[in-house]
């Protein structure tokens, strides 16, 4: 498989720490070190959408193989 566990571990972990890393004062519209800069601040909030993407990718990518494993199983029962 093209992504293991620890490849998409590291990759969500860079994700939600680079954000702080281009942090700065005098930008945006709320205090710099509230925790609701991170969350709404575009430059900061990016990974919101991200992660978000991510999960609901993995969702479908996980209900589509339940959908397949579930019609290959109904046609063994039917088979037998």
Known sequence: ???NRSSVSVC???LLTSASLWAHPGHGATESDSVQH???EPTHGGWVFLLGGLLVGLW???????KKVARLNEKDHRGH
């Open 1 to 3: 498989m093209f992504f």
């Open 12 to 14: 969500i972990v860079m």
């Open 38 to 40: 991170y969350l709404i």
């Open 60 to 66: 479908l990518f996980a209900h589509s193989c339940s």
